[in-house]
């Protein structure tokens, strides 16, 4: 009977870590305490090319856009994209203060909050 309580104990302890590990692995923290933000893509972005320690070279792309909140209220937003981004495309912006943009992922214009759509369709 101890033996297989401490059989149950010791698989329990092995599934919540795996659970811990998973969740952990899978959170983006760009996302955690940040203010949402909507922007459309309406041109190209800055091309500024730069020499990383190796002399390779790369390219990223500055856009500054208005971003709405789900509220409406509008925001300067800066940040750079290492590709070019699709005009016509719409963008979740996220933002913490103190930091900037910190991360973005496009969305379909049905998923923008109706304030910031109305915004941004103007």
Same mark, same amino acid.
């Given at each position: ?44 972005? *800055? ?48 933002? *913490? ?11 379909? *214009? ?13």
């Amino acid at each position: 009977m101890k033996k297989m309580i401490a059989v149950i104990i010791i698989v329990a302890v092995i599934i919540l870590g795996l659970a811990f590990s998973l969740g952990y692995y899978f959170t983006n923290y760009n996302h955690i305490g940040a203010e949402d933000y909507y922007v459309a893509i309406k041109k190209n972005g *800055k091309p500024t090319t730069e020499r990383d320690s190796s002399g390779q070279s790369f390219t990223d792309y500055a856009y500054t856009l208005t971003g709405y909140d789900e509220k409406g209220n509008a925001k300067q937003l800066k940040f750079t994209a290492q590709k070019n981004l699709r005009v016509g495309a719409y963008l979740h912006i996220y933002y *913490k203060k103190g930091k900037g943009v910190t991360s973005y992922e496009e969305v379909a *214009k049905k998923e923008l909050p109706k304030k910031a759509a109305n915004q941004l369709n103007n």
